[in-house]
């Protein structure tokens, strides 16, 4: 069975830093796309980063490239999100997902429950 835990959500002020992890288990890590996907209330689920795990191949959203990073730690088969000169644009539940393929894909197979990220003053 596959499993993905975030955590490391919280609330911060304006220009502030969070990392998220996600903790992946049930799946082969080394052929895996993972992807950080946001919603906030009343808007579009965003994608905002999805990394390949075969080549390192990574890809940002344009309204997080520059502020946010993602990477993994391949032994602890876990999944960061780094999170830079947050705003209140940010703020929104954040999930991570999987999918058992070498590439980014436009949908994935399982997720996360999500980690709440508040950006506020």
């Known amino acids: 069975q596959v499993q993905l835990v975030e955590s490391g959500g919280g609330q911060v002020q304006p220009g502030g830093s969070l990392r998220l992890s996600c903790i992946v288990s049930g799946i082969t890590f080394s052929n895996t796309a993972m992807t950080w996907v946001r919603q906030a209330p009343g808007k579009e689920r965003e994608r905002i980063s999805c990394l390949s795990t075969v080549d390192g191949r990574k890809r940002y959203a344009d309204s997080v490239n520059g502020r946010f990073t993602t990477f993994t730690d391949s032994a602890k088969m876990t999944v960061y999100l780094r999170m830079d000169n947050l705003q209140p644009d940010d703020t929104a539940v954040y999930y991570c997902?999987?999918?058992?393929?070498?590439?980014?894909?436009?949908?994935?197979?399982?997720w996360g429950q999500g980690t709440q990220v508040t950006v506020s003053s």
């Open positions: 997902a999987a999918r058992h393929i070498s590439y980014c894909p436009s949908e994935f197979d399982h």
